[in-house]
Structures are given as structure tokens and as C-alpha cells.
């Protein structure tokens, strides 16, 4: 583990000097890059350097204790060993884990998009609670969400909704969600009392830059069309709704939240790099052989991932086997624990991986 450390440092060091060189600062697509890695790297080496100091420390204190001649030093030696010996351990089991290769795409913004499923009115209700549910959990992180497109339900809720969320390693945090979501409870419009099973599904896309996909325009056909839906009057009398096509792969993405065209005409094109982005991702992971089929990171639409249960004040993650029994908190927002859990079972499985690889 210490050669890879020392070997990470002095990468450091050298992303360090490159990013102050001319020809990378004028270059903006090596200079995001470097900078990326610089601030990847900076973590491991700020906890490297920690724990050089305190294996410098128990060196100290195994030396005074084997050639110290005077009690009370090498009583204070020793237990100054008992305070550093638990601390090593703990560096270690850090380190491990920051050594772990992580996603490149974990630091991206992502788009999200939260669609009814099965379940009518219902569903769409769900859908809602959901979308309100991961926007308490962006605010709580301190990220920005923006609306790019959205269908209201007739009762309320969202037969689909589709946002973007910028801030700190917001995929990292949030591409365990992708799936199934499954709400059992009695709805509003029941007036017989019988609890329902619904289901809305959510899709986490990691927000593809330019460079990260190259989309030529000449084969993206643009439609534009009167936006529906909530907006007033100049919204719904002005074709400021955008639907992009891109014609080889027949993916479509449309916005038509703003009141001018080229905004919405920006937000569709983020939309359509991102889901091709997705595409040639998944076909690349497949040519190398690594797609992953793990119990929390299959992602798979259509598996049902996680089950609110209202009567039961429960909510089940079935990747993990994972239940709390606070869903109103978890409703507000508060699904910091599942983050948590699905990273610990995502982290265990890499382990698995490198120990097997070595």
C-alpha cells in the first residue's frame, strides 16, 4: 500500500507543476481534466501525509521505550503508542478505501428524470413526492436544481419530470437511485380505505460535457412546437418549445420550461448529449468487459429497487436488504442513510474486485 501511496504523491506533485504551465492553462479541455485529478489526488495525499506522521510517531515512541533508561519517558512512550496504534488502524482502513478506483464520472452534475408508472392519478402523485424528496436532499447538500421539462399529472404530481443538478459529486452521491420505486399506501382519491401499489421509475444521467461526447448538428433535426402546461399566456401562443432528434440514434429530448427558445434550446441539447452519453458508455463498458452486474450497481431500469410503504411508516432498499422505519423523514428529503449503505456495499464489492484482480 505505502508504494502506491508514494507513488500517487509524486503524481500529485507532478499535476501540481503541470497546471501552471502555459500550454495547459490555454488548452481548457486538459486543464478541466488536470484539475479534476489535482483535486482527486489532493484527498489521498492529504490523509497519506497524516499517516507518514503518525508511522513516524509509533517509531518514535517503539524507540524510546527500547533504549529510554528513565521509567516515567518510557511509561509516557508507551502510552502514547496505545493512542497512536488505534490511530494507524483507523488511517489505514481510510486510505483502503480512497485507494479504491473510483467512478470518473462520480464528480459530474447529472440529470435526473422521474416518470409515473403503473398506477394512474396515483403514480403520478408518487412521482411528485419523489421529485420533492430528492429536491430536500439537494438543498440539504447545498446543490442547484433546475427544471427542464415536465408533464403535470391530472391529479396532481408529475407524469414526468425532468431536472438538473449541479454541486459537489452529485452522481457520486445519487446513480444508486436509478430504478423502480414502489409506494404502497391509500391513496386520496380511495374511498374504500384498500392500499394501493404504485410505482414511478427514476433515471440518474451523469451530465456529459462537449468533450465528452461530440454530437454533429447536422444529424440533430430540431422541431420547435407551443409549450403545454403551466407558463401563461406568451408561453403557450410563442413555438419556444424545443424537441431535438438525433436522427442515428433516433434519441429525442425536448425542454419547454423557459419562455425563450434558446435557453430551451440549450437545456434539450445538456438532455440529448447526456442520455447518448449513457449509450456510448454502456456500449464501451460492454466492449471492455465491464459491466458491472453488482447488487447495487446493475442498473437496470426495470428493476424495483426500493419499496415506501406507508402503513408501515417503512422503506426497503432491496439491492441491500436495507429498511428504516422513518419515511416521513425519508420523504423530506432525509435519504442520506441509503446513500451511505449503497456506497459501503458499492465500496465491499471493489474491494472484492481488486483483491481478486491482484
Not at 492553462?25 to 486538459?30: R, T
Not at 432525509?334 to 472484492?352: M, P, S
Amino acid at each position: 500500500m505505502l508504494d502506491k501511496l508514494e507513488a500517487i504523491n509524486q503524481r500529485f506533485e507532478e499535476v501540481s507543476q503541470l497546471l501552471i504551465q502555459p500550454d495547459v492553462a490555454s488548452d481548457m479541455k486538459k486543464f478541466k481534466a488536470l484539475n479534476k485529478e489535482y483535486k482527486d489526488l489532493d484527498k489521498i495525499v492529504t490523509e497519506y501525509k497524516k499517516y507518514k506522521n503518525i508511522l513516524s510517531n509509533i517509531d518514535n515512541a517503539k524507540q524510546v521505550i527500547a533504549t529510554e533508561k528513565d521509567e516515567d519517558f518510557r511509561e509516557m512512550a508507551k502510552e502514547e503508542l496505545d493512542e497512536l496504534l488505534p490511530q494507524r488502524d483507523v488511517m489505514e482502513e481510510t486510505l483502503k478505501e480512497l485507494l479504491i478506483p473510483k467512478d470518473p464520472n462520480d464528480s459530474k452534475d447529472i440529470i435526473m428524470e422521474i416518470r409515473a408508472g403503473a398506477g394512474g392519478d396515483e403514480a403520478s402523485i408518487f412521482a411528485g413526492d419523489l421529485f420533492r424528496m430528492y429536491s430536500r436532499f439537494a438543498e440539504k447538500h447545498g446543490w442547484k436544481m433546475e427544471l427542464m421539462d415536465a408533464t403535470e399529472g391530472t391529479s396532481g404530481g408529475y407524469k414526468e419530470i425532468i431536472v438538473g443538478v449541479s454541486g459537489e459529486d452529485v452522481y457520486g452521491k445519487l446513480k444508486f437511485e436509478s430504478g423502480v420505486h414502489r409506494v404502497q399506501r391509500v391513496p386520496a382519491t380511495e374511498t374504500q380505505g384498500r392500499i394501493h401499489t404504485s410505482v414511478a421509475s427514476v433515471v440518474v444521467l451523469p451530465e456529459a460535457e462537449e468533450f465528452d461526447v461530440e454530437i454533429d448538428m447536422n444529424d440533430v433535426r430540431k422541431d420547435l412546437f407551443c409549450s403545454s402546461g403551466p407558463g401563461g399566456q406568451s408561453v403557450n401562443t410563442t413555438y419556444s418549445a424545443v424537441r431535438l432528434t438525433h436522427i442515428p440514434t433516433g434519441i429525442v429530448a425536448q425542454c419547454q420550461d423557459q419562455k425563450s427558445q434558446l435557453k430551451n434550446f440549450d437545456k434539450a441539447l445538456a438532455v440529448l448529449r447526456s442520455r447518448i452519453y449513457e449509450v456510448e458508455l454502456a456500449k464501451k463498458n460492454e466492449a471492455e468487459g465491464a459491466q458491472r452486474k453488482s447488487m447495487v450497481g446493475g442498473g437496470d431500469r426495470s428493476d424495483k429497487i426500493r419499496t415506501y410503504n406507508y402503513p408501515q411508516g417503512r422503506v426497503t432498499d432491496h439491492r441491500i436488504g436495507y429498511t428504516v422505519y422513518n419515511l416521513p423523514a425519508v420523504m423530506d428529503g432525509g435519504i442520506d442513510d441509503f446513500v451511505e449503505e449503497l456506497r459501503i456495499a458499492e465500496n465491499a464489492e471493489r474491494l472484492k474486485e481488486g483483491a481478486t484482480a491482484e
